[in-house]
């Protein structure tokens, strides 16, 4: 069930601000690869190739950033 209203675009803001704050703190490169991994959908390979990465890099890089943010959303949480 979606809603639309208050609730829903308070929900939205508050998940924005966290992206933001955490891409905020990540690298340059990561936070590129964030958004080509979390936000843009991209296939590892086509991750690998323009980061010039290999693809074990990809995974093992996305498992970390996974890891960062659970992190900030639990500090966050609290």
């Known amino acids: 069930i979606t809603t639309d209203g208050p609730e829903s675009s308070l929900l939205e803001r508050e998940q924005r601000t966290f992206v933001d704050a955490a891409f905020a703190r990540m690298s340059p490169r990561d936070r590129t690869f964030a958004e080509m991994y979390f936000a843009d959908a991209r296939t590892p390979d ?15 890089k996305k498992a970390k950033i996974k890891v960062r943010l659970r992190a900030l959303a639990a500090a966050t949480a609290a």
Do not use: Q
């Not at 086509?46 to 995974?59: F, H, N, R």
């Open 46 to 60: 086509d991750i690998a190739k323009e980061m010039g990465i290999s693809l074990s890099t990809v995974y093992s």
